[in-house]
């Protein structure tokens, strides 16, 4: 018999070798600055010679640093799945597959929001009985759950139409608010028709969330509603309550061309106060095994909220990886990037994160240890029970087929709260050895982690076409609070028994263990940072050197250095569709974040190992104000009130302009030749200066609502002029 073709098929990056070779010249130019900053260290009771000890320290991290993250560049791969072959192959054996969504608050995350990724989910192009739908709400909102009850009545439109017209995105919000696709050839009455009924199903919701209460009329549609009526339902207090809304094994439950509807699930999982509820990796576990009571599927693809389909061929492109018949069965998971629908022209947040997508977790990816990032991703079920990969672990699994399951929906109800009440985990393996591990706000990388340190692997894929989008923090406060929860999750593994070097020694590769600490080591970097932004300013106001004079040999390896990686990280942003100005706001960005955000994840992370702090979970908010809104569309920074992190972000915005500017009046009015000694450490302010524009202009210049409130120009003014005096030695 020949060989099966692969369904799937994996491609190294162009231009590796260039790439080592350059990296290499940049590494001999590193050392040489540290042995520059070795020998010309100013001997005790010198000038400067503290400065210089803290500046040697700072170059050692960044050195660090900068070669933990060459590993993410050394093996770049890119995955092709094949779906003919599947369809060819598997059409008529294809897996259960369970999709979970996760929400956890009907204000920060709308019910509408929500049940547009639903729906765009029920629509893949998948056999409906094979496909079921989970909504977690943490939340515990009736509203949620009216909505997830009127989005079951529109779906047997909305995939019928999706369906007939190879509609994309499967979001009805974001599929209206683009321009009909001419190439489809959609009846204008059909499109009108159906786009008239999501909008009066979207009026209802947002009215009644207007409203505040349902009407007993709409609660007696359901017998669900009793959950909310019977006891006393908050966020925090509730029993567990689990409603099969469809039940695709119900010949019945069709849409309105008469084919299946998948099935469509609600699941509150129980919350009482004194009950740790371990935040989304606690949904997640408990829908894990409300799941495999009522549909079992092999694979489950999990979603944030705000996640919603682009591609209707998702589900099948991920199943190439999965049955492969060679590499597929030691596949664990496969992680798409995260794509947003609400990012400006230059991206003044830096949300898009092109590089980290299209280089960095490509190729982490390449030592077979993708990230497990969160949301868009697929796993096999069998992974997340604790299993170890053996020979034949997914092998066969992939097309068992289920048992036949007699019990009732009732039945099927009951047993589901029980697995989705606070005391199921009490004494079990649940959040350490099995499902998704607790105790870490970012509980998805440990997870992977984890899952690969047992012998499994997973893919990356990262498609021209994005299979799933979602919504980018639009403040710089969202943003700031994501990050630093980010970090400090981060900084808390590298720190647990699960750090890389340590846990995933001899099981996973050294790029990968590496490639793990790109991210880990985020909070950390924040100190050399915070350093190189107060210090160098500083020496220049007191005319303390620090770099080497131009005339120097020692000045081309920092030229070089400096020029080199610049120009590079420009390069390779360009390539990665990335614009100049992206790219400029993307330096500012990583200023600002590990200034402030970053730092205080270090700092929590520190108090957490003392004993000090608890793990929390700080939400993102996916909706602003109208407001804020615009200010955030034509790309002017918010700010809006005054907080810590402002105040560290102003303070050294201004410390370094006085700097600046003294350092150009002493060089006009006294010495023109200093120039010679100062130009980097001149270059260094000056670009930080210009970076810095944005925070100026917030400061002295705008007047709207996003500004830097008057506390904190005070604050940033006298804290920085303060710090020109501290002697520097
Ligand atoms: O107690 C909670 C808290 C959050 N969530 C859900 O978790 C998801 C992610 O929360 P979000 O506030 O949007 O965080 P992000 O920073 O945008 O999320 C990224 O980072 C998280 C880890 O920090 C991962 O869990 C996410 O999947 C990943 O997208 C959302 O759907 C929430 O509804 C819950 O279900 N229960
Ligand atoms: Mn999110």
Redesign the pocket.
């Given at each position: 018999m020949a060989e099966l073709q692969p369904l799937f098929e994996t491609k190294q990056a162009k231009g590796r070798a260039a790439f080592k070779v350059f990296t290499a010249t940049v590494f001999a130019g590193i050392c040489l600055m540290l042995v520059y900053r070795f020998l010309h260290n100013p001997r005790g009771g010198e000038e400067g010679r503290w400065t210089w000890i803290g500046m040697f320290i700072a170059e050692v991290l960044f050195s660090f640093y900068w070669i933990i993250t060459q590993s993410a560049r050394w093996n770049v791969t890119h995955n092709f799945p094949f779906i003919q072959r599947l369809s060819q192959r598997y059409e008529h054996k294809l897996p259960g597959v369970d999709v979970f969504v996760?929400?956890?608050?009907p204000i920060m995350?709308p019910p509408t929001l929500v049940v547009n990724t639903v729906l765009s989910v029920m629509s893949f192009n998948y056999p409906p009985e094979k496909l079921s739908v989970y909504l977690?709400d943490?939340g515990g909102s009736e509203f949620t759950f009216y909505a997830l009850l009127e989005a079951s009545h529109f779906s047997k439109f909305w995939i019928p139409f999706c369906k007939k017209f190879k509609v994309a995105p499967m979001s009805p919000e974001a599929y209206f608010s683009q321009q009909p696709d001419e190439k489809n050839v959609i009846q204008v009455e059909e499109w009108l028709a159906i786009k008239k009924k999501y909008e009066d199903m979207k009026h209802r919701i947002e009215s009644i969330m207007a409203k505040g209460s349902i009407s007993e009329e709409v609660r007696s549609q359901h017998k669900g509603f009793s959950e909310w009526y019977n006891s006393e339902v908050t966020k925090q207090n509730h029993q567990s309550i689990v409603q099969i809304i469809i039940d695709g094994k119900d010949t019945n439950a069709v849409d309105k061309e008469g084919s299946r509807l998948p099935t469509l699930v609600y699941m509150a999982r129980e919350k009482r106060p004194g009950w740790p509820?371990n935040?989304?990796a606690?949904?997640m576990n408990a829908l894990i095994r409300v799941s495999s009571e009522i549909s079992n599927g092999t694979i489950i693809l999990n979603l944030?909220?705000?996640m919603y389909a682009n591609n209707p061929d998702a589900v099948r492109e991920a199943l190439c990886f999965f049955m492969d018949e060679k590499r597929g069965p030691e596949i664990a998971f496969m992680q798409h990037p995260?794509s947003y629908n609400n990012i400006t022209k230059y991206d003044l947040y830096s949300n898009c994160a092109h590089v980290v997508h299209q280089v960095e977790l490509a190729g982490i990816g390449g030592y077979d240890a993708a990230l497990y990032?969160?949301?868009g991703r697929f796993h096999r079920r069998e992974s997340l029970s604790g299993a170890k990969y053996s020979k034949d672990c997914g092998e066969h699994k992939n097309l068992e087929a289920k048992e036949i399951d007699e019990r009732t929906v009732d039945e099927l109800e009951k047993t589901s709260k029980i697995l989705a009440s606070c005391s199921y985990e009490k004494d079990t393996a649940w959040g350490k050895e099995m499902g998704l591990l607790y105790g870490c706000?970012?509980?998805?990388i440990v997870t992977g982690l984890a899952v690969q340190c047992r012998g499994w692997k997973s893919m990356y894929y990262n498609p021209d076409r994005r299979a799933f989008i979602g919504v980018a923090p639009s403040t710089l406060v969202i943003q700031l609070v994501?990050f630093k929860?980010?970090s400090e999750?981060l900084f808390q593994i590298f720190f647990s028994k699960y750090c890389p070097f340590i846990y995933g020694n001899g099981k996973i590769k050294v790029g990968a263990q590496m490639g793990y600490c790109v991210y880990l080591l985020w909070a950390p970097v924040s100190l050399p940072t915070l350093y190189y932004m107060i210090v160098p300013p500083l020496c220049l106001l007191h005319g303390i050197s620090l770099f080497p004079k131009v005339s120097s040999p020692w000045f081309i390896p920092f030229a070089y250095v400096f020029i080199a990686r610049n120009l590079y990280s420009i390069i390779e942003a360009l390539n990665c569709d990335s614009t100049l100005k992206g790219w400029w706001n993307l330096q500012r960005m990583l200023v600002i974040r590990r200034t402030t955000a970053l730092f205080f994840g270090f700092v929590d992370v520190i108090l957490k190992q003392l004993g000090l702090s608890q793990t929390a979970?700080a939400?993102?908010a996916?909706v602003v104000t109208e407001d804020v809104l615009k200010r955030y569309e034509q790309e002017v920074m918010e700010f809006g009130s005054s907080s810590l992190m402002f105040t560290i972000i102003a303070t050294l915005a201004m410390l370094n302009l006085f700097s600046l500017v003294s350092a150009i009046f002493k060089m006009i009015f006294l010495d023109f030749g200093a120039l010679e000694k100062l130009v980097f450490k001149v270059i260094l302010c000056g670009l930080t200066v210009l970076l810095n524009f944005p925070i100026y202009e917030a400061l002295f210049i705008r007047k709207d609502k996003g500004s830097l409130p008057f506390s904190v120009m005070f604050k940033s003014i006298a804290i920085a002029s303060l710090a020109c005096l501290i002697p520097v030695n």
């Amino acid at each position: 018999m020949a060989e099966l073709q692969p369904l799937f098929e994996t491609k190294q990056a162009k231009g590796r070798a260039a790439f080592k070779v350059f990296t290499a010249t940049v590494f001999a130019g590193i050392c040489l600055m540290l042995v520059y900053r070795f020998l010309h260290n100013p001997r005790g009771g010198e000038e400067g010679r503290w400065t210089w000890i803290g500046m040697f320290i700072a170059e050692v991290l960044f050195s660090f640093y900068w070669i933990i993250t060459q590993s993410a560049r050394w093996n770049v791969t890119h995955n092709f799945p094949f779906i003919q072959r599947l369809s060819q192959r598997y059409e008529h054996k294809l897996p259960g597959v369970d999709v979970f969504v996760c929400t956890a608050d009907p204000i920060m995350e709308p019910p509408t929001l929500v049940v547009n990724t639903v729906l765009s989910v029920m629509s893949f192009n998948y056999p409906p009985e094979k496909l079921s739908v989970y909504l977690s709400d943490d939340g515990g909102s009736e509203f949620t759950f009216y909505a997830l009850l009127e989005a079951s009545h529109f779906s047997k439109f909305w995939i019928p139409f999706c369906k007939k017209f190879k509609v994309a995105p499967m979001s009805p919000e974001a599929y209206f608010s683009q321009q009909p696709d001419e190439k489809n050839v959609i009846q204008v009455e059909e499109w009108l028709a159906i786009k008239k009924k999501y909008e009066d199903m979207k009026h209802r919701i947002e009215s009644i969330m207007a409203k505040g209460s349902i009407s007993e009329e709409v609660r007696s549609q359901h017998k669900g509603f009793s959950e909310w009526y019977n006891s006393e339902v908050t966020k925090q207090n509730h029993q567990s309550i689990v409603q099969i809304i469809i039940d695709g094994k119900d010949t019945n439950a069709v849409d309105k061309e008469g084919s299946r509807l998948p099935t469509l699930v609600y699941m509150a999982r129980e919350k009482r106060p004194g009950w740790p509820h371990n935040f989304k990796a606690g949904a997640m576990n408990a829908l894990i095994r409300v799941s495999s009571e009522i549909s079992n599927g092999t694979i489950i693809l999990n979603l944030d909220c705000d996640m919603y389909a682009n591609n209707p061929d998702a589900v099948r492109e991920a199943l190439c990886f999965f049955m492969d018949e060679k590499r597929g069965p030691e596949i664990a998971f496969m992680q798409h990037p995260q794509s947003y629908n609400n990012i400006t022209k230059y991206d003044l947040y830096s949300n898009c994160a092109h590089v980290v997508h299209q280089v960095e977790l490509a190729g982490i990816g390449g030592y077979d240890a993708a990230l497990y990032c969160g949301t868009g991703r697929f796993h096999r079920r069998e992974s997340l029970s604790g299993a170890k990969y053996s020979k034949d672990c997914g092998e066969h699994k992939n097309l068992e087929a289920k048992e036949i399951d007699e019990r009732t929906v009732d039945e099927l109800e009951k047993t589901s709260k029980i697995l989705a009440s606070c005391s199921y985990e009490k004494d079990t393996a649940w959040g350490k050895e099995m499902g998704l591990l607790y105790g870490c706000p970012v509980e998805d990388i440990v997870t992977g982690l984890a899952v690969q340190c047992r012998g499994w692997k997973s893919m990356y894929y990262n498609p021209d076409r994005r299979a799933f989008i979602g919504v980018a923090p639009s403040t710089l406060v969202i943003q700031l609070v994501q990050f630093k929860r980010w970090s400090e999750g981060l900084f808390q593994i590298f720190f647990s028994k699960y750090c890389p070097f340590i846990y995933g020694n001899g099981k996973i590769k050294v790029g990968a263990q590496m490639g793990y600490c790109v991210y880990l080591l985020w909070a950390p970097v924040s100190l050399p940072t915070l350093y190189y932004m107060i210090v160098p300013p500083l020496c220049l106001l007191h005319g303390i050197s620090l770099f080497p004079k131009v005339s120097s040999p020692w000045f081309i390896p920092f030229a070089y250095v400096f020029i080199a990686r610049n120009l590079y990280s420009i390069i390779e942003a360009l390539n990665c569709d990335s614009t100049l100005k992206g790219w400029w706001n993307l330096q500012r960005m990583l200023v600002i974040r590990r200034t402030t955000a970053l730092f205080f994840g270090f700092v929590d992370v520190i108090l957490k190992q003392l004993g000090l702090s608890q793990t929390a979970f700080a939400l993102t908010a996916k909706v602003v104000t109208e407001d804020v809104l615009k200010r955030y569309e034509q790309e002017v920074m918010e700010f809006g009130s005054s907080s810590l992190m402002f105040t560290i972000i102003a303070t050294l915005a201004m410390l370094n302009l006085f700097s600046l500017v003294s350092a150009i009046f002493k060089m006009i009015f006294l010495d023109f030749g200093a120039l010679e000694k100062l130009v980097f450490k001149v270059i260094l302010c000056g670009l930080t200066v210009l970076l810095n524009f944005p925070i100026y202009e917030a400061l002295f210049i705008r007047k709207d609502k996003g500004s830097l409130p008057f506390s904190v120009m005070f604050k940033s003014i006298a804290i920085a002029s303060l710090a020109c005096l501290i002697p520097v030695n």
